[in-house]
């Protein structure tokens, strides 16, 4: 639906005279071109999506050269998301846009989870968590707020006593996460921190591209002691062991993706230790949460090998 709408949008623009050459009379030319993906996510790392643009497999490329040196078919480029885009009018005629805003800027949030009012909100930065979840969400739907999870897969998760953390890219990266997609899922007091972690590392592993060990086996192992966390098996020493591969994964990964694939682990054991201590020694998953998959595949080759783009 939003590549068909984005489609239109542009056809509409290049009819109207927005697009093209000599845009209204002047001697400036610009047009838009739409590509469409094989639909993995780790085709929106940088350099995954210029293999993509140029019919390869979804894959990241090591870096140096950087895509400001050598992107696109080897040309100088630089790599925007839509919001940054969206931003720039903000930028260059802040006056017409920011009349009584907050000079910070705002920031779109998808507020989902346990929450009475799901939904995206626009919200200036700065706003606390606290006021986000219980105020325009209007409050958790079960009980009090267990945590809350910030930025997607390789996003954050922070317990309640955290939520009078600021939605701001400074707070949230001394949290050692980042505002990233804007979604922020709320658990409740019966969700369980493990199996919300255990559920976005797989996703991740899903879409690891496999060009590095650190991710495509490291993400594996992260999911087995996720399993055994969650089944009772795991000692107070797995804890330790999980957390330091969580930091290894990080800490060598390739790009983004893997670096951030163990976010959710590393800060529930920081800030929700004792939801992941309340599972050991053979007690199990107290809200009876975790669940092993039982569909873990090897490698998502389907999806990251730009046959789209081949076919055409
Ligand atoms: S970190 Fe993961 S997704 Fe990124 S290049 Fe390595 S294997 Fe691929």
């Not at 590549?3 to 109207?16: D, E, F, K, M, T």
């Not at 085709?43 to 400001?68: C, D, H």
């Not at 192992?221 to 969650?230: E, K, T």
């Amino acid at each position: 639906l939003g590549l068909a709408r984005a489609g239109r949008a542009v056809v509409q623009a290049r009819r109207q005279g927005y697009l093209g050459r000599e845009i209204f009379g002047t001697a400036f030319d610009f047009d838009i071109e739409i590509c469409e993906s094989a639909g993995a996510s780790i085709g929106g790392e940088e350099t995954s999506l210029l293999n993509v643009l140029q019919g390869r497999r979804g894959a990241a490329r090591p870096r140096p050269p950087f895509p400001a040196v050598s992107g696109l078919w080897g040309r100088p480029t630089l790599i925007h998301s839509l919001e940054t885009l969206a931003n720039i009018p903000l930028l260059v005629r802040p006056e017409e846009h920011s009349a009584g805003a907050n000079p910070a800027g705002t920031k779109v949030v998808c507020v989902s989870g346990a929450v009475s009012i799901p939904g995206v909100a626009e919200v200036p930065l700065g706003t606390p968590l606290s006021e986000v979840i219980n105020g325009i969400a209007g409050g958790c739907t079960d009980g009090e707020a267990l945590a809350a999870h910030l930025g997607g897969p390789g996003g954050v998760t922070l317990a309640r006593d955290r939520f009078h953390t600021t939605v701001d890219f400074g707070s949230l990266r001394s949290l050692g996460g980042d505002l990233g997609t804007g979604s922020l899922l709320v658990l409740g007091t019966s969700s369980c921190p493990v199996a919300l972690a255990r559920f976005l590392v797989d996703f991740c592993a899903e879409e690891s591209c496999g060009t590095c060990p650190p991710c495509r086996i490291g993400t594996r192992v992260i999911l087995d002691l996720l399993d055994r966390v969650g089944s009772g098996e795991a000692e107070a020493a797995d804890l330790d062991r999980l957390e330091r591969l969580c930091q290894h994964v990080r800490r060598t990964s390739l790009c983004e993706l893997g670096r951030r694939t163990s976010s959710s682990v590393i800060t529930g054991l920081e800030y929700l230790r004792s939801s992941y201590e309340s599972h050991l020694s053979g007690r199990g998953c107290p809200t009876g949460s975790c669940r092993p998959s039982d569909d873990r595949r090897a490698c998502r080759i389907e999806s990251t090998s730009g046959m789209v783009e081949l076919s055409r």
